[in-house]
């Protein structure tokens, strides 16, 4: 799913950098750039259902935001020192993209536009572990659907009453949700109601009613309508979406999404997102030639930068590695569902 996500924001950016004259192409490519934003959606998805699982089994929160350090941040540096050599940076947008501001940072260029939703992605890193230790799992379910029901009452508001320089949808404010119920989906899936949650997420009523409420939702936000209404049933579907495809390993879809090719490009969906900005600037040459340097970008990250970097930040014996067990009773009742913690429960 990661390989689907970046493909459809190279595509979306794929058609922004070229000049479309006919009626057929501006109509395409206005088409194709609201692909961008829902392969963004997708990676939040996954981002929020992964992290919350990962924080679940890994027990140590030390460990995780060094791991998460280790993974982000060479790789994005890297990307921002090479871009403020070739291309010259508007005062202070190198600073925002560093230091993951940059959703709400007004003057940035196309080189560093990206990293709105990755800021987006390290607030929620910020935010959600926090939550789930110092709460509890129990007490971080109500406040995650707290916070979904808070961020679906202030987006169509602020959309309404606040204009700022930057835009609206990419402030994580407005966004949350986008994470959260695919972190609340997580919990659930890692307790009792799972049983029940699968029936309902493998029924074919349940895939084939989200696919056509998620397109309508999409139709809405093409037709410039009800943008805020679109976006809670985005961020509400997708997390099911996926774990539905999950759970339908009989399915062509999902023989599709584990081919060898699409496997490969999700391990180095990373790199793609990071430097697909820089080669698919706009009037920058053949899309086909800068497509490919993207590629090669992207696989030197991460088999020189990425991989050996997360492989040292996992070696058995760090001393972040240490588990930590978390003082909540839903790990003893479900110690059974996470083999690491089995013999200190």
Known sequence: ????????????????????????????????????????????????????TLLFEEQNLRGFYIRRAFRILPAAYLYLFVVSIAEPLRRGELASAAFFYSNYWA?????????????????FYLLWPFLLVYLGVRRALIAASVLVAITALWRPWSLAHTHLLYPALQRTDMRLDAFLFAGILAILMSGPSRACLLHVLTATWFRVLSALTLLAAWTWALAGSAPATGTLIESALLPAILLSLVHWPRSAVFRVLESAPLRWMGRISYGLYLWQQLFLAPHAGAFFTRVALTFAAAAASYYLIEQPLLRYAREPGRNWNRQVLWNNEFFAENAERYPRLRQEV
């Open 1 to 52: 799913m990661r390989a689907v996500a970046i493909a459809a924001v190279m595509l979306s950016h794929g058609f922004l950098a070229t000049n479309a004259t006919t009626r057929p192409a501006r109509a395409l490519g206005y088409l194709t750039g609201h692909l961008g934003g829902l392969g963004v959606a997708v990676f939040f998805a996954i981002s929020g259902y992964l992290i919350t």
């Open 107 to 123: 003057d940035r260029s196309w080189y560093t536009a990206h990293f709105w939703s990755l800021s987006m992605e390290e607030h």
